[in-house]
């Protein structure tokens, strides 16, 4: 059990998308980038290939519809009263981010919760939930909000991340961006343009200290160079492999 509670980094794995070696891989750049004491902690259906020093927990019981238990829905459980023994402030992180300097700054920045204002619509009120902040087992009722009508909450909007910006929106609840300099996407803010990919090496943005990477190109095909998506070649990203591990 680890160190001083209160503070407490967490994740969630289930199904075969991710593998322990993503929590792992995080596990260890958190701890080199995380000065204070904290908790890290892995919600997941499968704890087998975890490190020893991965506290690890049952995913939190979220009553998604069966079809869509490979979206990001289950993430809602993070906001269970109670959330196994967690205590205090608890950071989300996804397991698809590179970790490129200090974070504790995101223990430090003020605001009640605390997310990515999302990259792809920024004129409109919707977190990212691939890094947010939050104090565990004050939002539980945007769980049971959830729970009121699953169905309903997948017509009404696109993902889970949505539903918890618009619940909290109604809510009154103060949603708190973090800098636009700390969390940024790998393809917004790092590939270079579709005609120079093939040519120039994706670069790291002055002030990152985490690289979300969501869809593709995931950490290991950034590295390698190897994905053949929308910009159809892209050159290597050896500097990924320097925090990614």
């Not at 995931?218 to 050159?235: N, S, V």
């Amino acid at each position: 059990m680890s160190e001083t509670p209160g503070t407490n980094v967490i994740c969630m794995k289930w199904g075969t998308a991710y593998t322990a070696r993503d929590v792992n891989v995080l596990h260890r750049m958190v701890a080199r980038h995380l000065a204070r004491p904290h908790r890290f902690v892995c919600f997941t259906d499968d704890p087998a290939g975890l490190d020893p020093g991965i506290e690890h927990f049952p995913l939190p019981d979220v009553h998604v519809p069966p079809r869509l238990m490979n979206e990001a829905w289950l993430k809602l459980g993070t906001y269970s009263a109670p959330l196994a023994d967690l205590t205090g402030t608890a950071l989300f992180l996804d397991l698809d981010i590179v970790i490129v300097d200090s974070i504790d700054c995101f223990f430090e920045h003020p605001g009640e919760f605390c997310i990515i204002h999302n990259w792809t619509h920024p004129d409109r009120i919707v977190g990212n939930s691939s890094v947010y902040r939050f104090r565990v087992g004050e939002l539980s009722w945007v769980l049971d909000r959830y729970h009121e009508d699953p169905e309903r909450a997948k017509e009404t909007y696109r993902n889970e991340q949505a539903f918890l910006s618009h619940s909290l929106q109604d809510a009154g609840v103060d949603m708190t961006y973090w800098p636009a300099e700390w969390c940024v996407s790998f393809k917004k803010h790092c590939m270079p343009s579709r005609l120079l990919a093939p040519f120039v090496t994706p670069g790291k943005p002055p002030g990152a200290r985490i690289i979300a990477f969501h869809g593709h190109p995931k950490p290991d095909e950034a590295i390698r160079g190897e994905w053949k998506g929308r910009w159809k070649k892209m050159r290597p990203t050896p500097w990924i492999a320097e925090h990614w591990r």
